[in-house]
């Protein structure tokens, strides 16, 4: 999910997929709750939202991502969640047509426009 998880001592190269999925379930649950709790306006769950939905490979959890994006819109400033869930939402079809590791989420959104993406941060 990022670019030095595999040297984290908790990660597991032979088990790579699976360590992948638990970190992508672990961010679900984690935004979940914050929005759950009300707190739409933390904007720090959106990029880990939108990378752990790009992420995993399990496409009920990526849709589950698209919608707590979704939840967080019209709470910053612009237009910048939306644009993000739109980038989520593509991707993850894009996922869907090519499996899930044949997309390059940064060239699919400069293809369409979205070269810069504020996430929130």
Same mark, same amino acid.
């Given at each position: 999910m990022f670019p030095s998880q595999q040297r984290l001592p908790s990660f597991? &190269?032979?088990?790579?997929?699976?360590d992948t999925e638990a970190r992508s379930a672990q961010t679900l649950a984690l935004a979940t709750?914050? &929005?759950?709790?009300?707190?739409l306006a933390r904007r720090e769950? !959106?990029?880990p939202c939108f990378?752990?939905?790009?992420a995993t490979q399990d496409f009920e959890r990526k849709r589950r991502f698209v919608s707590l994006l979704r939840r967080c819109e019209?709470?910053?400033?612009g237009q910048n969640t939306g644009v993000v869930r739109k980038l989520l939402a593509g991707v993850c079809e894009e996922q869907g047509r090519r499996g899930v590791g044949g997309v390059e989420?940064? !060239?699919?959104?400069r293809e369409r426009?979205?070269?810069v993406v504020n996430c929130g941060l």
């Open positions: 597991n &190269l032979a088990a790579q997929k699976s709750s914050i &929005l759950d709790a009300g707190d769950i !959106v990029f990378i752990a939905g790009f019209g709470y910053g400033i989420w940064m !060239v699919w959104g426009g979205w070269s």
